[in-house]
C-alpha cells in the first residue's frame, strides 16, 4: 500500500469523477488532519491508546507505529474543496471519528 500525497490524491479524485458514469456516486473512507494542532493531538492519543489497549503483541505494535508514519493525511476541509472543485455535487462528510471519515459526493 503507497500513500498518496496531497497532489496525487487530487489526481486520483479527478480521474474517479471522470470515470463515473452520470449521477454516478463516490464514497471513501480516509484519515484526515485535525483541524488545529489540539485536534490533531486528540486524534493521535485516542489513536494510541486504541492501538496500546488493543491486545496485539509488541510487534504488531511497532508495525501499526512504523506504518502510519508512512500516512500523508490532508485537512477534511481541504478533501471537501477539492471533491467540489473537481465537480462533485452534494459533497459532504457523512461519518466522522475522530480522525477517520467517510467522503461522499456524486457526479
Known sequence: ????TEEEKKRLYHDIYLSLNKKG???NADQ???STPFIEF?????WKNKVETSGLYKEEISSAYERAK?????????????LKDIGFL??????KYFNFVVLFGRK
Open 25 to 27: 456516486v463516490f464514497i
Open 70 to 82: 508512512l500516512d500523508k493525511m490532508a485537512l477534511l476541509d481541504d478533501q471537501i474543496s477539492w
Open 32 to 34: 484526515v488532519l485535525g
Open 42 to 46: 486528540l486524534y493521535t492519543r485516542d
Open 90 to 95: 452534494d459533497v459532504d462528510c457523512v461519518y
Open 1 to 4: 500500500m503507497r500513500c498518496l
